[in-house]
């Protein structure tokens, strides 16, 4: 088991930032791959971005492409995804999700790919 624990959500202004947290506990992280997802009202769930815990390669969802960044701190067992220039279609829950696969980090953007969630935190940007 792998238990997952996010923070660090809040409201914002357009064009602000925040930094979300993943803390992991349960397991070593090794094969892991490390998933973003958010999810606002009344639409599915929506790949944001995925890490290779073991190595730390990335992919993005297109639509925070060159605005989000995920990385991970092997000392505190945790992921980090900064969010910047932010818009208020960024509004949504944010989750991070663990997959045992070795697959490689660009093939897991479908959240049925995912074995463990944490319980999501809540993102709001102003307009």
């Known amino acids: 088991q792998v238990q997952l624990v996010e923070s660090g959500g809040g409201m914002v202004q357009a064009g602000g930032s925040l930094r979300l947290s993943c803390a992991a506990s349960g397991r070593a992280l090794n094969s892991y791959i490390m998933g973003w997802f958010r999810q606002a009202p009344g639409k599915e769930r929506e790949f944001v971005g995925t890490v290779r815990w073991s190595t730390g390669i990335t992919y993005y969802g297109d639509s925070v492409k060159g605005r989000f960044t995920i990385s991970r701190d092997y000392a505190k067992n945790t992921v980090y995804l900064q969010m910047n220039s932010l818009k208020p279609e960024d509004t949504a829950v944010y989750y991070c999700?663990?997959?045992?696969?070795?697959?490689?980090?660009?093939?897991?953007?479908?959240?049925?790919?995912?074995?463990?969630w944490g319980q999501g935190t809540q993102v709001t940007v102003s307009s």
């Open positions: 999700a663990a997959a045992a696969r070795l697959s490689a980090v660009r093939t897991l953007t479908d959240p049925r790919e995912y074995d463990y």
